[in-house]
């Protein structure tokens, strides 16, 4: 199969990826952090070395600021549930993904104020909009680092900038871009960096995370069991134990770890220069073909390797069905968990097709996709 759903899910993982979840589970499957045998104690450290290769990937300077969750969901919700009280101000866009929207018409319910900013017909956002939405309750702008939809880079470093420029949070949702695109979250300043595991990190599902800078107060969601302060009926205040209460997906924090060097070593800049290669010949070669229509930027120094069609007035899940089951090249059709995006580009009743290119694919992969792209678009 021609595997183009990587912004689901990247798949396949690097073979060290593989190697680390069975050894983690065959060498030292114990409890990290509730005792001091050598087993717990290489399991603690399988964690901690993962804690470390993310703050250099994302240039943190503590890494126990990065609290380990199952998904990118989880961060979100930690946070934005950790930070907002009734009466406090929230500011989003129309090309979210319902892990930010969600929680965000939950808080409004309780009192939150939320505003959420129109982007363009292709995704993109115009930073005064922001800048005019911007209240003296205003406490986080929350935004994508790149649309799950159209592959649209956000201007995420002046955002940051106007954020702090009026002392309001800045929390970015980095599951299109983390692995690929370079985060820098002092440089950009970000304050909270929320991240899947499972995309391109490279690493098992069941694993993400969420980056909460020094000095921010946020209320945990949970209580319980953390290894520490094990004497006290009250949840530990320090970092990370204050998030992670209960046992943690140990194989897959050691096989992120494995997928974040992977990209290292690799080199980020490389991986990126590969998919994008792919995604330009991609979009070129579509825009030649009869009745597709392509959406977002079209271009890939605006947009992550993300690239969503229909095929005139076809149902996208029919033509997402005919691409599987006769093609064998997997893709994701639909509403892809981000209504409001599907409304701002125009396809929310059609949905899309959206092709998702990882850094496993080959030129030979996407010829095949445009190929078959190509002889469905010749039916109809």
């Known amino acids: 199969m021609i595997y183009l759903d990587n912004a689901a899910t990247s798949f396949p993982k690097p073979e060290q990826v593989y190697q680390a979840v069975t050894e983690a589970m065959r060498d030292y499957g114990a409890n990290p952090g509730r005792s001091g045998h050598k087993l717990a104690l290489q399991a603690g450290r399988a964690i901690y070395e993962t804690r470390e290769l ?14 380990f969750t199952h998904n990118a969901t989880d961060g979100i919700n930690l946070a934005v549930k950790g930070l907002l009280k009734p009466g406090d101000h929230v500011i989003t866009t129309s090309m979210e993904h319902n892990s930010v929207l969600r929680p965000l018409k939950v808080l409004e319910k309780i009192g939150v104020a939320l505003t959420i900013v129109q982007c363009d017909e292709t995704g993109n956002i115009n930073i005064k909009d922001i800048e005019e939405s911007i209240t003296d309750n205003t406490r986080l702008i929350v935004t994508t680092h790149a649309s799950n939809v159209t592959g649209t880079i956000f201007p995420i470093r002046d955002i940051g900038r106007l ?73 530990p205040d320090i970092l ?17 770890g494995a997928g974040i060097r992977y990209i290292l070593e690799t080199g980020i800049e490389n991986i990126r220069k590969h998919e994008n290669e792919l995604t330009k010949y991609f979009i070129d070669e579509l825009k030649k073909i ?10 890939v120094k605006k947009q992550a390797p993300v690239i969503s069609i229909n095929i005139g007035e076809e149902d996208s899940s029919e033509v997402s069905y005919i691409l599987d089951q ?29 092709f998702s290119i990882g850094p496993f694919n080959t030129k030979s992969d996407i010829e095949k996709a445009i190929e078959a792209v190509r002889k469905i678009s010749q039916e109809i």
């Open 54 to 67: 993310l703050g250099k990937l994302f240039n943190i300077d503590n890494p126990m600021n990065i609290i």
């Open 163 to 235: 954020a702090a420029q009026n002392d309001i949070i800045y929390m970015v949702d980095a599951a299109q871009t983390a692995g690929v695109y370079d985060i820098d979250v002092k440089e950009m300043g970000i304050d909270i960096l929320a991240f899947p595991g499972h995309k391109s990190l490279l690493g098992p599902q069941g694993t993400g995370g969420v980056y909460i800078r020094e000095g921010l107060e946020v209320t945990q969601m949970k209580e319980g069991g953390t290894g520490s302060k094990s004497d006290s009926l009250i949840q």
């Open 240 to 256: 990370p134990d204050k998030f992670e209460s209960g046992t943690p997906n140990m194989p897959g924090i050691a096989g992120l």
């Open 290 to 299: 009869e009745h597709v229509k392509i959406y977002g930027p079209c271009d």
């Open 326 to 354: 006769v093609f064998d090249i997997a893709v994701r059709p639909g509403l892809h968990c981000a209504p409001l995006a599907h409304k701002t580009v125009g396809n929310f009743e059609q949905g899309c097709i959206r």
